[in-house]
């Protein structure tokens, strides 16, 4: 027990080598998060990397978009961003407007009835929010009567993560495609990426 426990403290401390052939086709995921934000820890990014993992599989959505979209919003970081509100009695106050790596509005938030004070420290429960958000954007602007309306071209559905007006689509849809690999990817991956089961890809380390 004693060696067994030893040998995963030296497994956990190792640093992960994505430039390893080997281990960069088991981890992509995970080796997209270092090149995108080398400051992440290798704990951290191998988390995160699992939960996307799992969570593309099960929503069939690319994982690799998700990081893009992480990477523009709050650079694979998680972190809540906050705003002064003036109310009006004249105060001042601070408050959360975004949550976590995706930076879910607190708006959208109350929407989906969320557990919001769950939502600013779980990284699995982001991540699986994240992809149900997207899943049902993409739902919504793939009907023929939206993608007419919103002028959505075959492809782009996704950018409705970010809002419904055009302008602001195709500025964001410039801004996450430059974290996108340089291979064409879809929002839709049929076959998923090789990537350790959550909770075991950092023992594998």
């Not at 080598?17 to 992440?40: E, G, T, W």
Request: some cysteine; proline content about 3%.
């Amino acid at each position: 027990m004693i060696t067994y426990l030893l040998l995963f403290a030296n497994i956990a401390m190792a640093s992960p080598k994505c430039d390893n052939a080997s281990f960069a086709r088991v981890h992509k995921i995970f080796c997209r998060i270092k090149v995108l934000q080398p400051k992440i820890a290798d704990r951290e990014a191998m988390v995160l990397s699992n939960h996307l993992y799992r969570y593309s599989r099960k929503f069939k959505m690319n994982p690799f978009l998700s990081v893009a979209i992480s990477m523009q919003e709050m650079s694979l970081r998680m972190r809540n961003r906050y705003t002064n509100v003036l109310l009006d009695d004249n105060r001042i106050v601070s408050g959360i407007t975004d949550i976590g790596y995706f930076q879910i509005s607190v708006g959208t938030a109350r929407d989906y009835k969320l557990d919001i004070e769950r939502l600013k420290t779980d990284v699995e429960y982001q991540v699986a929010t994240h992809f149900k958000i997207l899943k049902d954007k993409i739902k919504v602007c793939s009907k023929p009567k939206y993608r007419k309306r919103l002028g959505i071209k075959h492809g782009d559905e996704w950018t409705c993560y970010h809002s419904f007006n055009k302008k602001h689509r195709l500025s964001y849809k410039r801004l996450v495609e430059r974290y996108l690999p340089k291979r064409k990817v879809s929002y839709q991956e049929k076959k998923p990426v090789l990537q350790f089961p959550a909770g075991e890809g950092f023992v594998a380390l």
